[in-house]
């Protein structure tokens, strides 16, 4: 847990959507950036799938385009701001508790029913450590197999050698999760010393993608990519890291702000990111034609704070556990279960539950969360503030078929 004297708790923050949470003239004066990134990561590709946008924008009971989903509901790492961690859920590093891995019967169905109703993609990036699951590696091969876009984000401990060919066929990206560029810092960020564990995944990956030439079976290469969580133990780390990230051949390396409780249990330094422009700009000075270095200014620079007053998101993007719990977000893994749980992919297809009174209702009841008491900075941000923009029309419809979409197509254009 980070133990940042300044942080903000959620009724300290500004009403969600008012213009004191609009802090926008500031960032102006600071020389704040702008990502320019191919993955559109710092905000949202809604642009590309506006069919699903107009069905939303009629208040259609519309399918996810994006889930979230974990297969395991612990980890071997103790990250110190990790949400895992800091919420005390079983399975994690130095927490009591059994970890439990959803089967493979389980995963594969789960994506067989998402591709049957028009899910885009899903993203295995929660709830725990999802290599530890050995159902992990036959499954995306399914995925593959049924051309589904699949995912993954990984500390990258666990990944070995004969994994890599698995990886590197069936998933679009892979992005481990690296917040330090040194053994000491690593140990002292990430509670384990995985750092040479981690860059001999590193190594395999890269040598697996240009040496051996494992590709997915439409001829794209796996994107391989670090991404780092600043916090007020590594923001030392943050040129290094992108340094590294170059020297060792990987695709991009992301730097994000750090997701905090709504009562500020981890300390998220949303102010002390503001004095960091010069940084982060020095850090961006290290992409050059094959490898970028993203810095996510919306988020680093809006100070836990939401400039929105609803969450629609999660119309959009749902997420669910790895004991196959399924929610609006993560948020919600170890917070009143009860009031927002949707149904269980153990119990029944995602289908029916998508389809279910259940789902909808926790749907609308989203709408009564005052999203100050949200996680900061949460999944659904960026597809918040365009359908918060959207809704805030006149007529929706008309304004969604005058968004301009751009002239290049983003990589990963499903993984909205």
Known sequence: ML?????????????????????????????????????????????????????????????????????????????????????????????????????????????????????????????????????????????????????????????????????????????????????????????????????????????????????????????????MVITDRNMDQIVPLAKLGKEKGIDYTVLKACSDTPDGRLGAPDKEYLELVDVFKEAESHSDDNYQVIVRWQKLGNMGNKDYCKCHGTKMIIAISGDGTVFPCGHWFAIERERFAMGNVNEETLENIIKSDRYWEVQNEIQNVDLRQCETNCRQHGVNRTLDQIKAQSNPIEYINSMQVPSERPDHVNFI
């Open 3 to 227: 133990k940042n004297k300044n942080r903000i708790v959620g009724d300290q923050r500004p009403l969600s959507g008012s213009q004191e949470a609009d802090n926008s003239t500031q960032l102006k004066e600071l020389g704040w950036g702008v990502s320019k990134d191919r993955y559109r990561m710092d905000s949202n590709k809604l642009l590309w799938h506006k069919d699903r946008l107009k069905d939303w924008a009629n208040m259609k009971k519309i399918v996810p385009m994006h889930i979230d989903m974990g297969i395991a509901t612990g980890c071997n790492l103790g990250c110190h701001f990790c949400y895992g961690v800091v919420q005390a859920r079983n399975g994690f590093l130095g927490k009591q508790g059994k970890m439990n891995f959803m089967s493979k019967d389980t995963i594969v169905n789960t994506f067989k029913s998402s591709k049957k109703i028009g899910v885009k993609s899903i993203a295995l990036i929660g709830e725990g450590e999802n290599t530890l699951n050995p159902a992990l590696y036959p499954s995306i091969e399914y995925a593959r197999d049924i051309n589904f876009d699949v995912s993954l984000a990984t500390h990258g401990g666990n990944i070995k050698d004969n994994h890599i060919e698995s990886l590197l066929t069936s998933l679009k990206w892979l992005r481990i999760n690296i917040s330090a560029a040194t053994p000491e810092s690593y140990e002292y960020v990430h509670m384990k010393s995985y750092f040479d564990k981690v860059m001999d995944s590193t190594d395999m990956l890269v040598n697996g993608k240009n040496n051996l030439g494992f590709k997915n079976p439409n001829g794209d290469k796996t994107t391989i990519g670090f991404q």
